[in-house]
Each structure stands twice: as C-alpha cells, then as structure tokens.
C-alpha cells in the first residue's frame, strides 16, 4: 500500500507540475476517497487546494471527510463560502459533526454559517449529545418506513429520498409519533410481493441502543450482532438517528489506542504520534512517570531495611532484578488478558473467582517451570550453594503466584469500583509486584539462609 500511495503522489505531482488537469481528474476519479485522502497527506500544502477542486462535488466531499483536521482546517481557510457551502452539504450528518468537533471556533463559525438551516439544526442536535455517547456518534440521515406502506410505496419512497441518507440497507419502520416499531432489509423488500404491507415483512423484535449509551458498549454490538447498522431512540423509544458501522470502526480503534495508552502509563491524546507536538507528549507522559518513580521508592526502603542480609549474602543482590522483571511480566501477562476480556464484555466482577482459579493454576505451572530451569542455571552456571539457589527459586514460585493474582484481581476490582482496569494495568502492577516481590526474596532468603 505504501509503495503504491508514492506511486500515486509522484504521477500526481508529475501531471501538475506539466498542467495536465484533465488527467489529473482522471486519475482521481479512479481511485477511492480513502486513497486520494492518504495522498494528499504526503503531498506538499500548497497544490492541496488546487487539487481538491478537480475532484467531482461527492468524491470531493467523501475524500475531505476521510482527511486529517490540519489538512480539513488548511482547505477550508482556501474555500470560497460557496465551495465550503457545497462540501458541507455534500457531507453526512456524522462527518460534519465530526469536522465541527475537530475545528477551532473561527473555523466552526464560518461552517455553521454555510451549512444550509436543516443541517445547521441537525448538527447542533447532535453536539448537545454526552461525548462518547452513542448519540453524539450518531446519524440522522436513515430511511424511515411507515407499517401501513406497500412494499412498492416503500420502494417508491426510498429511491425518492434515498439518494441523501448514509445507508438504506437497513430502513426502520416508526409510527407516527416516531417510535420505532420494526425494522427491514432491503434484501427482504426488494424479494418480497408489491402488495405486502410493510408491517407484516418487517421484524419487530429490534435492537436498539439509546442516545446516552456509551459508544463503546455500541461498538461491541456491531461485532457481537454482525450489524452494519444499528438505531438510536430517545427515552422515549423515538427513533432519532443511527450508527453505522464505520463509525463503529473508528470508535474501536479510538478506544483499544486509548486502552493501550493507558496501560503504558500515558495519558490519552487525540492526535497522531508524528503529528503530536513535543510539550504536548511529554505533559502526556511525566505526571505517571512521577508518580511511578516516587511509588517506586517503597522498593528501595525494603532494601535498605535488609541491608544486614545483603551484606552477608551479597550474592542475593544479583537476582534481585531477575526476579522483579519476572514478577512484573507474570502480573502483566495476566492484567493484560483480563482488562482485554473486560473490554470485550467477556468477564465481570461476579466472576473473580473464576479467573483467580484459574490464573493460580497457571501460575504454578509457570512458576515450577521458571524455578526448575533456574535451579538448573544457578547450579550449573552459576555455581552457587544449593541453599542460595533453593531461596532463589522458591521465591521464584511465590512471585510468580502472588503476581498472576494481583494482575488478575486488580482490574476487576477497578472496574468494580468505577475506575479504568487499563489504567491498573502494566505500570501499577509492576510497581506492586516489585515491592511484594522483595518482601518475599527477603523473607524466603531470611528463614533458608538464617540471616
């Protein structure tokens, strides 16, 4: 993919540099709105808005709404107020709430401006909406059906007011105080008879999300129901818009990048890394950085208050960080798969116990595994006593057990609580396990030893 966008951008600029305009337009109008848009953001700014007019009025408006805001902000500060007037209207509600969202308010003010009253209306219906709601993701351009229509009288209705929705795979079927009574397949209304009533093809049992439900949990339906649509109701069962399945797709994506973010202790940003400004990651990152580093501290107190032990042994410092580094990858293996799980909607806290028993049968499997193998090694290549290899290892085991619990357990308890379990994850675990971690070699090496 990549060596065909540079393929593209160098026959791009080729024909612009020689003027050949009509070509250019050619080329464009082969290609999709997510292609042209990853072009245009290697291409240099200046040619952008020249290019941009070459694309027909729908391609140009699909290709602006897969285009990065920088690049969104650059061409619309280049629009004449009648070309920003076509683009916005060539744009799905969803899309322009999007592109006010991202715009500073200069930017929002001249499209509000331009959008047409009835898109104006729609898009600041939609901003009153929670964010991460399902309703602020929504769209409000879906084909709605009337239960005493015909079949044909459906068919009429859709190629008549079809053409400006988002999607009429699906088309919803209301009363007439708008509630959402059933829904119906193009597929099904295309095969079935001209004459059959709309409320004896329709399927009545729908599901349905409300407009305050988090976007996330929406996003799972997609995946767990195969939908590539789904309808959006009011407290009052009214239909009000739909979410469709591409946006689904950018919420997923959002939310596992944010999950991620989390669990490496950064603060979630909206922006793309190589657009990302300097300050702005290093505010993202230094305040977990500061408080890892000073929860970190505890380890050192538990060294310090063994100092007696580890100059008598000081062989025991060595495997100090091999077992720190084992604990906390025990942990995190664990956190990962459960915040992964929760996320999913596969675990609840209910089933805590389940997930300890089973996360304790691993961890022995892992830990006997890891202290056999090290035994070995201590023995073999290192050449160290038996009693100092046995401390070793034994605390090898434990670690290994009492990491695999807490990184199971924390997660859930977090999200009991009402707390983020990605944010429990990786680093905090880590913290943890590397203080219990040296309470157990010492303790273990203590009673073994005699120190």
Known sequence: MEERTTTFESTILSLL???RFSSLKDVFITMNPSDIAAVFEELPEEPLPL???LLPKELAAETFAEMESDHQELLIKGFSDFELKEVIGELYTDDAVALVEEMPA??????????????????????KYPEDSAGSIMTTEYVDLRPTMTASEAITHIRRTGVDKETIDNCYVTDKSRILIGTLSIRTLILADGESAIADLMEPHVIYVSTMEDQESVANMFAKYNFTALPVVDA?????????????MDVIVAEATEDIEKMAAI????????????????????????????????????ITHFEDALATYVILTAYIPMLMDTGGNSGS?????????????????GDIFQ???IEARVAILCGVTLAV?????????????VSVALAVCLTLIVTVFVAKLVGCTLPLIAKRVGLDPAVCASPFITTIVDALSLLIYFRIATAILGI
Request: glycine content about 2%; proline content about 5%; aromatic content about 8%.
């Open 17 to 19: 540099e020689n003027k």
């Open 106 to 127: 200069s930017v929002v003010k001249r499209i509000l401006n331009q959008a047409d009253p009835e898109k104006r209306r729609m898009i600041n219906e939609i901003l």
């Open 373 to 385: 193998v090290n035994f070995a090694k201590l023995l073999l290549i290192d050449q160290v006593g």
């Open 355 to 357: 997930v300890v028993w």
């Open 51 to 53: 290019l941009f007019r």
């Open 236 to 248: 009052e069962n009214r239909l009000v818009g739909i979410v469709t399945v591409d946006d689904a």
């Open 267 to 302: 603060t979630p940003t909206e922006h793309p890394y190589l657009k990302t400004p300097v300050v702005e990651i290093w505010k993202s990152r230094i305040p977990w950085l500061l408080l890892l580093m000073i929860s970190a501290t505890f380890t050192g107190m538990i």
């Open 333 to 349: 293996q664990s956190s990962v798969t459960v915040v992964r799980s929760l996320s999913l909607n596969e675990l609840e806290f």
